[in-house]
């Protein structure tokens, strides 16, 4: 069974700092891994992935995500927030073969104050 | 989000109604999704379609009925349902045919509310 775990409910963050929303994730064999938003009242719009390479993947709107095998994690960077980034961030893992299903986290809600 | 479309994007109904929701995605995909969303729960999968066939029922109750006529379109249908119920449905779709994509893309949700 696949899961994933995001320790956060919310994260707070003042607009110009660094944000870092947290996701450690457990699935056999090498992982498929996704960071998501959501916006209110908004369906989940992906913001990046990770199947293979280098560790640190680069995605939309400045956000990138640090892939740690030994850790089992892929924790969701940005070097500076922007109001406009609060909503909730889902991370998602899958095994990636054939049919294989997203296991989603609960989800993080990023309050990116001005 | 217009690659994915939903409607109807809120629905309210009684526990004695039958409604339906219909999802159409327009990226050529193969695979689509019916999630359910919660307040303060994780994303829960209820059933996946590739190539019009179901692939999974994640033991959903029979109040729900999904129907897959073709790749594009896939419709959830209700009835007798219980407040309980009461959610976001999220329909997803994804390239399973492809080599180098594995990202769902979904659409904007109808919020349903069952009184």
């Known amino acids: 069974a696949q899961s994933v775990a995001q320790p956060e409910d919310q994260v707070n963050v003042a607009e110009g700092n660094p944000l870092t929303v947290k996701c450690t994730y457990s699935v056999s064999g090498n992982p498929y891994l996704f960071w998501y938003v959501q916006y209110p009242n908004r369906g989940l719009q992906f913001l990046l992935k990770?199947?293979?390479?280098?560790?640190l993947v680069k995605g939309s709107y400045g956000f990138e995500a640090e892939f740690n095998k030994s850790q089992t994690s892929f924790h969701l960077k940005k070097p500076s927030a922007l109001v406009s980034d609060s909503a909730l961030y889902f991370c998602a893992v899958s095994s990636g073969s054939g049919y294989s299903t997203l296991t989603f986290g609960k989800g993080t809600m990023l309050l990116v104050s001005p | 989000e217009t690659g994915v479309t939903q409607t109807p994007r809120h629905l309210v109904m009684g526990m004695t109604n039958k409604k339906s929701l219909k999802c159409e995605q327009h990226l050529g995909h193969n695979a689509m999704y019916w999630y359910k969303q919660s307040a303060k729960k994780p994303l829960e999968l209820m059933f996946v379609y590739n190539f019009k066939e179901q692939t999974e029922n994640n033991s959903v109750p029979s109040r729900f009925s999904p129907e897959c006529p073709n790749s594009s379109h896939l419709f959830l249908h209700l009835h007798t349902l219980q407040p309980e119920d009461s959610a976001l449905y999220l329909c997803a779709s994804r390239d399973t045919a492809g080599s180098s994509t594995y990202e769902q893309y979904f659409g904007p949700g109808t919020r349903l509310t069952v009184t």
């Open positions: 990770y199947i293979t390479g280098d560790n």
